[in-house]
């Protein structure tokens, strides 16, 4: 059960993280963009950014069969370099550990990215797992049906 709606609570801090969410939309390739947040709402558990993120790819053109390999991309056929590239950035942000991000995987990231794109993808990142923990912490939901 949904603990609270945090767009009624704290309507201000909602508005500073939509602001974050409108710049990656604005600089961030779409098809990057939803296989990065699709990623990480995995990673992170969230039933109701995987389900959003899920849909908009969808309505985008996505193909449900990478959508499908998101969750097994190393192993996939289905993907570029950039994309897997963007992939291997998004697990090691979204679980960063002690030692932070591996240099293997930003110099690879580095190799196909340019500098603003990297810092773009990786405020994407940081962005969806913002949501990915409002999502998770507040319980949302998806919808009951699509």
């Known amino acids: ?15 500073a993280v939509l602001g974050l969410e409108k710049y990656v939309q604005a600089n961030v390739d779409h098809t990057v963009l939803e296989l990065v947040k699709l990623r ?3 990673i992170n558990g969230c039933a109701y950014c995987v389900d959003m993120h899920s ?8 193909s449900s069969q990478r959508l499908f390999a998101v969750a097994t991309w190393r192993e996939a056929p289905f993907f570029d370099e950039r994309e897997r590239a963007a992939l291997a950035l998004t697990d090691a942000v979204t ?9 293997e995987v930003w110099d690879a990231a580095a190799k196909v990215w340019s500098e603003k794109e990297l810092a773009d993808l990786v405020i994407a990142i940081a962005t969806i797992n913002v949501w990915n923990r409002i999502g998770v912490t507040m ?7 699509a």
């Open 1 to 15: 059960m949904q603990r609270m709606n945090p767009t009624e609570v704290v309507p201000q801090a909602y508005k």
């Open 55 to 62: 849909r908009d790819a969808l309505a985008g053109g996505e």
């Open 95 to 103: 679980r960063l550990g002690e030692h932070g991000v591996p240099d």
């Open 40 to 42: 990480a709402s995995m």
């Open 139 to 145: 319980r949302l939901e998806p919808p009951a049906q």
